[in-house]
């Protein structure tokens, strides 16, 4: 089992920036695949970006240029810096985590974004 508690949503205007945290309740190393998803009203939730335990990235088209992922091992948490926001970034970006075959969710934080 895995406690996922994302941090760092907001209220930012265009252009701006935020960083979200994501805090793992157990040691990350054996977690080979993290990263965000996000969920706008009246939306499917979509990937934004994941990191493998070897750092190896991939991102959504709409975010890449603008956001990064990364993971602090050591601190047991991912993040994603997010700048140049845009109206269209607004969501909730929740956590994820698949490990054992299972997919664990954080409880997500709101983005806002205003134009």
């Known amino acids: 089992q895995v406690q996922l508690v994302e941090s760092g949503g907001g209220l930012v205007q265009a252009g701006g920036s935020l960083r979200l945290s994501c805090a793992a309740s157990r040691s990350i190393r054996s977690i080979n695949n993290m990263g965000w998803y996000r969920q706008a009203p009246g939306k499917q939730r979509e990937l934004v970006a994941r990191i493998g335990s070897g750092g190896s990235t991939n991102y959504a088209d709409s975010v890449k240029g603008r956001f990064t992922i990364s993971r602090d091992n050591a601190k047991n948490t991912v993040y994603l810096q997010m700048n140049s926001l845009k109206a269209e970034d607004t969501a909730v970006y929740y956590c994820?985590?698949?490990?054992?075959?299972?997919?664990?969710w954080g409880q997500g934080t709101q983005v806002t974004v205003s134009s």
């Open positions: 994820w985590a698949g490990w054992v075959q299972r997919d664990y």
